[in-house]
Nanobody, 114 residues
Framework: VQLVESGGGLVQAGGSLNVSCVAF????????MGWYRQSPGKGREAVAI????????NYLDSVKGRFAISRDFTKKTVHLQMNSLKPEGTATYYC????????WGQGIQVTVSS
């Protein structure tokens, strides 16, 4: 499996961004997928995880009600819609697929200016 992210960029606080991840996979994407982020000097944290069926979803407490993860099994993509962004959301966002072993995307930068 290979993961390729797109989207991200620079936005003012309160704004919205969407990041997307395409899974180049010959199979049927029967694994959990999600988004992690890492800020300078901090560890990588799980932001939003979608179960293999697209129905078991978990969010980082600080993004609940503002972020939404969704999967398109036909297009083999996973999206993260980020609304009401805050400066602390500035980070490199990584797509992750819970394959065995796990697979990471290359990371995409999201910068939220105050």
């Amino acid at each position: 499996v290979q993961l390729v992210e797109s989207g991200g960029g620079l936005v003012q606080a309160g704004g919205s961004l969407n990041v997307s991840c395409v899974a180049f996979d010959d199979g049927s994407m029967v694994y959990d997928m999600g988004w992690y982020r890492q800020s300078p000097g901090k560890g990588r944290e799980a932001v939003a995880i979608s179960g293999w069926d697209g129905e078991r979803i978990n969010y980082l407490d600080s993004v609940k009600g503002r972020f939404a993860i969704s999967r398109d099994f036909t297009k083999k993509t996973v999206h993260l819609q980020m609304n009401s962004l805050k400066p602390e959301g500035t980070a490199t966002y990584y797509c992750y697929a819970d394959t065995s072993p796990g697979t990471w995307g290359q990371g995409i930068q999201v910068t939220v200016s105050s």
